[in-house]
């Protein structure tokens, strides 16, 4: 066992060589050289310490729902914030720390007669990584739910105002600054009966299973839509409905999803994303731009 696992070990649970495809939806991904489970704040703070004096990169990861991992090994250390997921009802707020599932939050959301969650209720991440990507569902997003962030950065434990993370369309300024962690959530909850809530999220969940892969291994909508037009009818007037790339398959059911058909690599993945890219601009001059969010490639 070498010094620097030692020392890891003291903040935490600690995996060697845990492949990414296991935390991801996609499933896909090399190894990660560490994955460490911090139990509190304490002993996050002494691992990225102990993680930036030792020199080590270092990546979040909450559901890994959104990510698209290389095939090459990670030689740093994966932070999963699974034991952060305490949440409380204060009045009309919930605080909700980064680990909470966010589908699972939107359910006790929806018993105590609040409402303002609804749009994540089929949304396979965790609070922070909703947060982080400004996460949303049927013309709703995070930050129309936000008051403040609580942050890890540059060493101190702070309350951000909503007003000063930058939310805009599936963006944040965390993504600007990946050493920034989040670690916990005030939300602003509206007073509204709970059958009426659970109707709205049923009559969702259906149209969700109807429409989407969810049977497959998938990182959800691929690209984010154009301000014209919704990406997925870009890809459908290219013809890519059922499109495959080795592993990698436009979804036959909505094709703003690329699913691991089976033995995918983040290779194949990448590479149908830029024959969409590529026909979708000779076809229409519209630039799409992806969703999913790439880690690990050089």
């Not at 359910?107 to 089929?122: D, I």
Request: glycine letters at 8%; a negative charge; one cysteine or more.
């Amino acid at each position: 066992m070498n010094e620097f696992l030692n020392e890891l070990s003291q903040f935490g649970k600690v995996e060697c060589n845990l492949p990414l495809s296991k935390m991801t939806t996609l499933r896909i991904g090399g190894n990660a050289d560490y994955t460490v489970f911090p139990q509190n704040t304490v002993s996050l703070d002494s691992l990225v310490k102990l993680i930036t004096q030792y020199g080590y990169p270092y990546k979040i990861i909450g559901k890994g729902s959104n990510l698209l991992c290389s095939d090459d090994d990670f030689h740093g250390v994966i932070i999963r914030l699974d034991e952060f997921n305490d949440f409380y009802f204060v009045n009309n707020q919930i605080v909700a720390q980064a680990g909470c599932s966010i589908i699972s939050l939107s359910y006790e959301a929806m018993k105590h007669g609040k409402s303002g969650l609804e749009f994540a209720s089929g949304i396979p991440g965790t609070v922070g990584g909703c947060t982080f990507m400004n996460a949303g569902a049927y013309k709703s997003s995070m930050s129309d739910v936000l008051d403040s962030v609580f942050v890890y950065r540059n060493g101190v434990f702070e309350w951000m105002s909503a007003a000063d993370c930058e939310f805009s369309y599936r963006t944040s300024i965390f993504q600007k600054h990946p050493d920034w962690i989040v670690v916990a959530v005030k939300l602003n909850m509206i007073d509204k009966d709970v059958e009426e809530i659970r109707a709205l999220m049923d009559s969702r969940r259906e149209r969700r299973m109807a429409s989407q892969p969810l049977d497959k291994p998938s990182a959800g909508s691929v690209f984010r839509n154009p301000e014209s037009v919704p990406a997925w009818k870009l890809i459908e007037e290219i013809g890519y409905r059922g499109k495959k790339v080795g592993g990698a398959q436009v979804s036959e059911k909505h094709v703003n999803f690329i699913i691991n058909a089976g033995d995918a690599t983040a290779a194949d993945f990448l590479e149908l994303v830029h024959e969409i890219q590529e026909q979708v601009r000779e076809k229409f001059g519209i630039e799409l731009h992806l969703e999913v969010e790439t880690f690990n490639w050089h």
